[in-house]
T-cell receptor, first 112, second 111 residues
Framework: QKEVEQDPGPLSVPEGAIVSLNCTYS??????FMWYRQYSRKGPELLMY????GNKEDGRFTAQVDKSSKYISLFIRDSQPSDSATYLC????????????FGKGTTLSVSS | SQTIHQWPATLVQPVGSPLSLECTVE??????LYWYRQAAGRGLQLLFY??????ISSEVPQNLSASRPQDRQFILSSKKLLLSDSGFYLC??????????FGPGTRLTVT
């Protein structure tokens, strides 16, 4: 079983839709969780950073962590064409800043 | 504010040629530095990380090496490139206990 699983998509939605992106993991020691957005041929950009279980909201983005189920989610409300990108989940067992384990990314396309 | 630079942006090299990719960080001191490779369909793979000058940890055995000659400079090298070294190389930095921030990347094609 891979440490981090992420559905590669592609996921296509109309503008204004609510998008749900998910990752599952197997290592119960993970406690730092991140979501990155990567546009084509660019470096990943940090979107959300959470520690342990719970929710975190930033504008149209909400990150959820359920450690009991080993499941994390990123919700995007009122999706925009500019949200079209690949979204990568990442997690770490140690202090954030040590080696991250990444999912392979989900490609999202938002049509106007 | 902190800024991370990588160069070159793109590179096409023949098999067997040497490689040198450079990464520099501005606006912070004593960062943790990382080299990742992103191959199509394979996600991000950590290659090396460094917690200080001259301190390099290798995550994956390969024909690549890394060096940190200065606090905010991280170099990825190879003596002889293989076709399998093609990919998108990303440098990242973090402060101890902080999240990682990525540079713009170098796209390497080995022919």
């Amino acid at each position: 079983q891979k440490e981090v699983e992420q559905d590669p998509g592609p996921l296509s939605v109309p503008e204004g839709a609510i998008v749900s992106l998910n990752c599952t993991y197997s290592n119960s020691a993970f406690q730092y969780f991140m979501w990155y957005r990567q546009y084509s041929r660019k470096g990943p950009e940090l979107l959300m950073y959470t520690y342990s279980s719970g929710n975190k909201e930033d504008g149209r983005f909400t990150a959820q962590v359920d450690k009991s189920s080993k499941y994390i989610s990123l919700f995007i409300r009122d999706s925009q064409p500019s949200d079209s990108a690949t979204y990568l989940c990442a997690m770490s067992a140690g202090q954030a800043g040590t080696a991250l384990i990444f999912g392979k990314g989900t490609t999202l396309s938002v049509s106007s | 504010s902190q800024t991370i630079h990588q160069w070159p942006a793109t590179l096409v090299q023949p098999v067997g040629s040497p490689l040198s990719l450079e990464c520099t960080v501005e606006g912070t001191s004593n960062p943790n530095l990382y080299w990742y490779r992103q191959a199509a369909g394979r996600g991000l793979q950590l290659l090396f990380y460094s917690v200080g000058i001259g301190q390099i940890s290798s995550e994956v055995p390969q024909n690549l090496s890394a060096s940190r000659p200065q606090d905010r400079q991280f170099i990825l090298s190879s003596k002889k490139l293989l076709l399998s070294d093609s990919g998108f190389y990303l440098c990242a930095w973090s402060v101890v206990g902080g999240e990682q921030y990525f540079g713009p990347g170098t796209r390497l094609t080995v022919t």
